[in-house]
């Protein structure tokens, strides 16, 4: 059974950073691309980022580009997004999904909250 | 950056009948569009991707048919379990981007 497990959410003051996980299980994390996507409150989807099997290439939406890093570790079946310079309207649900296109699979998200 | 449009934005139907559901693009995605049901509290699940292809596991009631800017999805049938929000969103272009929606409620 495919999983994505993510982690890392919480509430942060505007200008801080968190770092979020997704721990995956029950696919062969190396064949993939992964993503972030993330919903705020009362809002659409946005995709937010993506990065290939190997790391060596990656995506941002305008919005966080520069400000947002995505990463994975192979070897430990995870991926993460570091968040910096976090703003309110950066509040929203994370999701980690597998693939670039079509998402396959998705995770149940991560509530970030940036408010003082 | 390539915005999506879906309507009706509620869709009241019921049970057993066909429920249908367009998506239009602001420029052509060609055949780079996924259908996804989304219920409360879930993540979403891709149903439809290729804008025509069924993933796996989804019956055969759900369709999805189009290319370029205008896409449909399609309900043959609605079960009980198919009152939900269904988002298109397209892969063509980076970014990629979701429509807002289209939620099918019970009549």
């Known amino acids: 059974e495919v999983q994505l497990v993510e982690s890392g959410g919480g509430l942060v003051q505007p200008g801080g950073s968190l770092r979020l996980s997704c721990a995956a299980s029950g696919i062969t994390f190396t064949y993939y691309w992964m993503s972030w996507v993330r919903q705020a409150p009362g809002k659409g989807l946005e995709w937010v980022a993506n990065i290939n099997q190997d790391g060596s290439e990656k995506y941002y939406v305008d919005s966080v580009n520069g400000r947002f890093t995505i990463s994975r570790d192979n070897a430990k079946n995870s991926l993460y997004l570091q968040m910096d310079s976090l703003r309110a309207e950066d509040t929203a649900v994370y999701y980690c999904a597998r693939d670039r296109g079509a998402l396959g699979f998705w995770g149940q998200g991560t509530l970030v909250t940036v408010s003082s | 950056e390539i915005v999506m449009t879906q309507s009706p934005a509620t869709l009241s139907v019921s049970p057993g009948e066909r429920a249908t559901l367009t998506c239009r693009a602001s420029q052509s995605v060609s055949s780079g569009l996924a259908w996804y049901q989304r219920k409360p509290g879930q993540a979403p699940r891709l149903l439809i991707y290729?804008?025509?292809t069924r993933a796996t596991g989804i019956p055969a009631r759900f369709s999805g048919s189009g290319s370029g800017t205008e896409f449909t999805f399609t309900i043959s049938s609605l079960q009980s379990e198919d009152f939900a929000v269904y988002y298109c969103?397209?892969?063509?272009?980076?970014?990629?981007?979701f429509g807002p929606g289209t939620k099918v409620d019970i009549k």
């Open positions: 290729g804008a025509s």
């Open positions: 969103q397209q892969y063509n272009n980076w970014p990629f981007t």
